[in-house]
């Protein structure tokens, strides 16, 4: 963690302000001319409306996760299962079998099966999590490096998910059925974005 605080000191080295992205907003530190700001996430994910069918989407950001993936997945061969990862020389859609397709990175159809999932399990990127979090979906994270298990800590710290060990699908499901409905408290401080930037964009303190 000391690292990664000296890391960030560096990075901003002769900045007159420092914009932090959060998950949920908090008090500037004037001190450190800090300035909590909302996710920037893309227009494309504004504009979606959320539905929920029967399947739950996965992102690998590892394929090395394969191995768990399938390994889940014959022991529960009628959930329905939808991942994306970034495997190379492999087709576009692996159809694995009826309930297991494995996807290659592709935006544009990522957002298109996040809209429609029932749960999301991923490796606790920032970007991605906002993105489950702005569409209400029950999220489960898999930190892989140390800022992804600060990501994840700050995501349970307001109950939007839960951190597993490893691809256990199990563990999703369960919270899935006890999961209360989000309020619109995260996609109020997302929409607030735009507006927020701006302000601290035009003043120097």
Not at 46 to 60: F, N, V
Not at 78 to 91: G, I
Not at 96 to 109: A, F, G, P, R, S
Request: aromatic share 10%; proline share 4%; charged share 20%.
């Amino acid at each position: 963690m000391m690292f990664l605080r000296l890391h960030m000191l560096l990075c901003g080295v002769g900045a007159t302000k420092t914009l932090a992205l959060s998950f949920y907003p908090l008090k500037d530190y004037i001190p450190e001319r800090i300035a909590v700001v909302p996710p920037l996430l893309r227009s494309e994910i504004l504009s979606l409306q959320p539905t929920t069918e029967d399947y739950i989407l996965g992102y690998m950001l590892n394929h090395g996760y394969e191995n768990e993936v399938r390994a889940w997945h014959e022991q529960h061969p009628n959930v329905k299962l939808h991942f994306f990862w970034d495997k190379q020389n492999v087709p576009k859609e692996l159809i694995v079998d009826e309930n297991l397709t494995l996807h290659t990175i592709d935006d544009e159809k990522f957002l298109n099966f996040m809209s429609r999932c029932c749960g999301y399990i991923t490796t606790a990127g920032f970007e991605s999590v906002c993105e489950a979090l702005y569409l209400g979906k029950a999220i489960m994270m898999i930190p892989a490096h140390i800022e992804q298990e600060v990501n994840a800590a700050d995501v349970i710290s307001f109950g939007g998910g839960i951190v597993g060990n490893n691809f256990d699908m199990s563990v999703l499901l369960n919270y899935m059925k006890t999961k209360q409905q989000s309020d619109d408290s995260f996609r109020e401080w997302v929409n607030s974005a735009e507006q927020t930037f701006l302000r601290h964009l035009t003043t120097l303190a």
